[in-house]
């Protein structure tokens, strides 16, 4: 998305094409549109290297930050780079609920590391979140969730080589220096590797568990005659 701030004429899109975003408050992918610009006058007096602006998400309403790089100052426009800073990054959600408590606090920073951008902080919560959750899980946990991760791996088809980062931080019983350095594209596979990995051993057992417990309360009333099921 190209962006000038033009004189008299406010913001400026090129082609106006439509522009959206993951909304950091309703989590939905949505049309902003440009809520608040800062004045042209002011801009061009102050020649700051950076403009905030402000969109609103189309389907909930709220304000979302951008912060853009300036390209040029000319005499009646200001070009933006292209890429922008999102000051809110949409929160990342899971079943914390179903995690063992260790676990639960570990991943919920390891997320919110994520969330902020800074993978390599992300890469090494998720090591202590992983070693929390094989503890948790008993004596053949690590194998369990090893395979588990194996199975994952196969199913979004990710070749050996790319894994292999993936498994050392997860698995690799090394010191946490020698954890490899993760770039978003490997953090984000990580990120969905380690949550199928949660939901296989957590998450599935729980609401499993529980869906059945349900059922058998309901058949136990009715034997009791106490319920009549629909
Ligand atoms: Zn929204």
Known sequence: MAI??????GIIREA???????????GVYAHMSPQSIPEFENLSKIKPKHIGL?????????PVFLRF????????????????????????????????KHTELLFRE??????????NAFASMCRRAALSSFSALGDSGKLRAFD???VAQDIAEIDDDSFEPIKKVIFDTGEEENLPLLNRAQAGVLLEILKDMFYQCFVRRGKLSRAIKVRRFFVQESNGGLKTSA
């Open 148 to 150: 588990e991760v194996m």
């Open 54 to 62: 402000v969109f609103q998400c189309d389907a909930c309403n709220a």
């Open 110 to 119: 390891a997320l919110s590391c994520y969330s902020s951008n800074n993978f």
């Open 4 to 9: 000038t701030i033009e004189r008299n004429r």
């Open 69 to 100: 790089a300036v390209k040029q100052f000319n005499d009646d426009s200001i070009e933006l780079y292209r890429n922008f800073i999102e000051l809110e990054r949409p929160k990342e959600r899971f079943q914390f609920s179903y995690l063992p």
């Open 16 to 26: 106006e094409e439509q522009f959206g975003l993951e909304c950091p408050y309703c």
